[in-house]
Nanobody, 122 residues
Framework: VQLQASGGGSVQAGGSLRLSCAAS????????MGWFRQAPGKEREFVAA????????YYTDSVKGRFTISRNNARNTVYLQMNSLKAEDTAVYYC????????????????WGQGTLVTVSS
């Protein structure tokens, strides 16, 4: 599946952004979808994942209560709503897809989008 992330931008601390990731192909609903991020000088880290029907989600501790992952399988799109943003959320955000595997396992992702930059100023 091909992925196209969008929605990044610059925001002040405490603000909100919603990222979108549009997928091509007819099998989007079969994939676990995830969001990752990579801050300058740091390794890429897992942020959130959604099960195939959106009923199950999983988050890294640092974003729990602030970020929400959701998906619309009819539109082949996964979203990441980010609220109460902090300077440490500044990163390039990537969406990714995997055809199997547990939500809590940040491995086995086979397809990646190109990334969208989120900058949070304090």
């Amino acid at each position: 599946v091909q992925l196209q992330a969008s929605g990044g931008g610059s925001v002040q601390a405490g603000g909100s952004l919603r990222l979108s990731c549009a997928a091509s192909g007819r099998t989007f609903s079969r994939y676990v979808m995830g969001w990752f991020r990579q801050a300058p000088g740091k390794e890429r880290e897992f942020v959130a994942a959604s099960g195939q029907n959106g009923g199950s989600t999983y988050y890294t501790d640092s974003v729990k209560g602030r970020f929400t992952i959701s998906r619309n399988n009819a539109r082949n799109t996964v979203y990441l709503q980010m609220n109460s943003l902090k300077a440490e959320d500044t990163a390039v955000y990537y969406c990714a897809a995997k055809p199997f595997g547990a939500l809590a396992t940040p491995n086995e992702y086979t397809d990646w989008g190109q990334g969208t930059l989120v900058t949070v100023s304090s």
